[in-house]
């Protein structure tokens, strides 16, 4: 068991660990926020008071005593001019391993491409750079317009606004902040065109990665991400369906190697959990 050194915490975890205190006792958090099912297994506790469980139902890892808010901030001008000046690269917003990732799984520019939870564009915007018909879609409605005026991006804060389905839905760190990740990928699926792929990216709570890296698999569940995301999860999610899953820095020649007909699944120990689904052509 995790116990820190208590001048060590940040701030911003003192708050988080408060919220887990309070949350303890509120009966909502007896249910697996994802299916509603109260059966869970305790898999590890952290600060004594929050613990990551896994749903014995739908199979996701989440923190039983946490409720997230996530947020992003937009940059101030001379921050986005600095961006848009290097067109993102080597940046902490660097999309150019992404859409290295959709070229090489066949999805060439001027496809129709939805970036879903695209905060304030910069992802959108990248993709749109490298020749797709790129369309952003974020909730928040205060973000998307940042992203409209200042990135000039095709970009909406609701879905009923899409009159096509898209050749390309794409998420990067998104489903795990979201209230019913499983919900939000039916939904995802359901913009897609016949033969679309569905592209999502999460920090990875794979046993893989605990066992290749069990100090930064320990920070990195809870606090910003209340849900996380393994191979567990994805199995049951799409059993019986095609899909690629994988970690980062990926094996290209592991996705030239998929046929789109049955799922394949790679090295599974790295930071970051992708999840290619591809949508039935008939």
């Known amino acids: 068991m995790f116990v820190p050194r208590l001048r060590s915490i940040p701030r911003s975890q003192w708050r988080y660990l408060f919220r887990s205190i309070l949350n303890v006792t509120r009966p909502q958090r007896q249910?697996?926020?994802?299916?509603?099912?109260?059966?869970?297994?305790?898999?590890?506790?952290?600060?004594?008071?929050?613990?990551?469980?896994?749903?014995?139902?739908?199979?996701?890892?989440?923190?039983?005593?946490?409720?997230?808010?996530?947020?992003?901030?937009?940059?101030?001008?001379?921050?986005?001019?600095?961006?848009?000046?290097?067109?993102?690269?080597?940046?902490?917003?660097?999309?150019?391993?992404?859409?290295?990732?959709?070229l090489s799984v066949g999805a060439t520019p001027r496809r129709r491409l939805l970036d879903y939870g695209a905060s304030w564009g910069y992802g959108t915007w990248q993709f749109a750079k490298a020749g797709f018909d790129a369309y952003g879609y974020e909730p928040c409605s205060w973000r998307a317009q940042y992203a409209a005026d200042?990135?000039?991006?095709?970009?909406?804060?609701?879905?009923?606004?899409?009159?096509?389905?898209?050749?390309?839905?794409?998420?990067?760190?998104?489903?795990?902040?979201v209230p019913k990740p499983g919900h939000f990928l039916r939904e995802m699926k359901r913009l897609l065109r016949p033969g679309g792929f569905l592209v999502c990216v999460t920090p990875n709570g794979s046993s893989e990665r605990l066992t290749k890296d069990p100090v930064k698999y320990h920070r990195e569940w809870g606090?910003?991400?209340?849900?996380?995301?393994?191979?567990?999860?994805?199995?049951?999610?799409?059993?019986?369906?095609?899909?690629?899953?994988?970690?980062?820095?990926?094996?290209?020649?592991?996705?030239?190697?998929?046929?789109?007909?049955?799922p394949l699944e790679g090295p599974l120990d790295g930071p970051e959990l992708v999840l290619i689904w591809a949508q039935p052509t008939s």
């Open 31 to 102: 249910r697996c926020p994802n299916c509603g099912s109260r059966n869970f297994k305790l898999l590890k506790r952290k600060y004594l008071v929050t613990a990551l469980v896994r749903c014995m139902n739908c199979q996701i890892l989440y923190e039983k005593e946490y409720t997230s808010s996530f947020t992003t901030d937009c940059p101030d001008p001379q921050t986005l001019a600095k961006f848009l000046s290097t067109g993102f690269r080597n940046s902490p917003k660097d999309f150019a391993r992404w859409i290295e990732l959709l």
């Open 150 to 177: 200042k990135l000039g991006v095709q970009i909406v804060d609701d879905l009923g606004q899409f009159q096509e389905y898209f050749d390309i839905v794409f998420s990067c760190h998104v489903l795990e902040h």
């Open 223 to 262: 606090f910003v991400h209340p849900f996380f995301l393994d191979s567990e999860f994805y199995r049951r999610e799409f059993q019986g369906e095609a899909y690629l899953l994988t970690t980062v820095p990926c094996d290209m020649s592991l996705l030239a190697e998929w046929d789109r007909e049955k």
